[in-house]
């Protein structure tokens, strides 16, 4: 890395300095500068990082669609999941997509609509069937018609920049929900991940031959039932990991809690929008 004389008006930072505002550890903010990927430079022996630079930095890696809306409370988001729960259940898939269409032409970041407006619909979906209320077909044409609506959505959610690395998504083995997984791959290519998206029904098995072929840096679960099978997803991360220690298991959704993070060697993300950060800070370190 070349030394040269530094802008004197400009701030500079240490590289801890510059990790501590990232909120990642000193070694991965080192990877970074090594990689190219944020411009540093050595004034008296140490690497120096210019504000700018690290401003410009975080800017590059802004999750745009995931942040929330500029104007707290514009949308009002009780009323649509209302509506839209509604259409969901009477099978009526182009009103669905006018509704989602109308609320993005509003000024909500496609993000927000994926946490704020699908997932609740969804959810109440899903309460509807486990209640009786409806049958599995009404339950699948609704998951259906949210995928299709994900589908027009999903060009939202890539971004231009360097990639953060490459990930896969999927649902435990057993759990037939992947709009879950698949709402989790949107979040990540928006954070610069290239994503494979595997669904449902992969097993362990079938995972470690892929990861085999496709080595990749993390591993992200949907966990959409409560009752989890603590020693199959055990063995799913042991598995991931056999051979790829360095891969990171993330796991999310209803059936997720720090306990189970710790239990099984997974780090649990609460928030959708939380994921591209939270794996900035567990990354390299």
């Known amino acids: 890395m070349a030394e040269y004389a530094s802008d004197g008006d400009a701030e500079l930072l240490t590289l801890q300095e510059a990790a501590d505002r990232l909120r990642v550890h000193y070694m991965t903010a080192y990877r970074w500068v090594r990689r190219g990927e944020l411009p540093a430079f050595k004034a008296g022996g140490r690497l120096r990082v210019r504000a700018g630079d690290l401003d410009r930095f975080l800017a590059d890696r802004e999750v745009d669609v995931a942040l929330p809306s500029l104007a707290p409370g514009r949308t009002d988001w009780p009323t649509h999941v209302d509506r839209l729960t509604e259409l969901l259940l009477q099978g009526s898939g182009v009103e669905a997509g006018g509704l989602v269409r109308k609320v993005v032409a509003d000024g909500a970041p496609v993000g927000e609509v994926y946490i704020n407006l699908?997932?609740?619909?969804?959810?109440?979906?899903?309460a509807e069937w486990a209640?009786?209320?409806?049958?599995?077909?009404?339950?699948?044409?609704?998951?259906?018609i949210t995928a299709g609506i994900m589908a027009r959505l999903g060009d939202n959610f890539r971004r231009r920049g360097p990639r953060r690395g490459v990930a896969v998504t999927l649902t435990l083995p057993g759990d037939e929900h992947g709009l879950g997984s698949a709402m989790v791959a949107d979040f990540l290519r928006a954070g610069g991940y290239d994503?494979?998206?595997?669904?449902?029904?992969?097993?362990?098995?079938?995972?470690?031959s892929f990861l085999e072929v496709v080595?990749?840096?993390?591993?992200?679960?949907?966990?959409?039932?409560?009752d989890v099978d603590v020693d199959l997803l055990r063995s799913l991360v042991q598995e991931v990991r056999a051979d790829h220690p360095d891969t990171v298991v993330v796991i999310g959704g209803q059936g997720a809690t720090d306990e189970l993070g710790e239990a099984t060697g997974a780090v649990h993300v609460v928030e959708l929008a939380d994921l591209a950060a939270r794996l900035y800070s567990v990354a390299d370190v």
Do not use: K, Y
């Open 118 to 126: 699908l997932a609740p619909a969804l959810h109440r979906v899903g």
């Open 131 to 144: 209640a009786g209320r409806i049958g599995i077909a009404h339950e699948h044409r609704a998951t259906a």
């Open 195 to 208: 994503v494979h998206h595997l669904g449902s029904g992969v097993g362990i098995e079938d995972l470690r």
């Open 215 to 226: 080595p990749v840096d993390v591993v992200a679960v949907s966990l959409t039932v409560i």
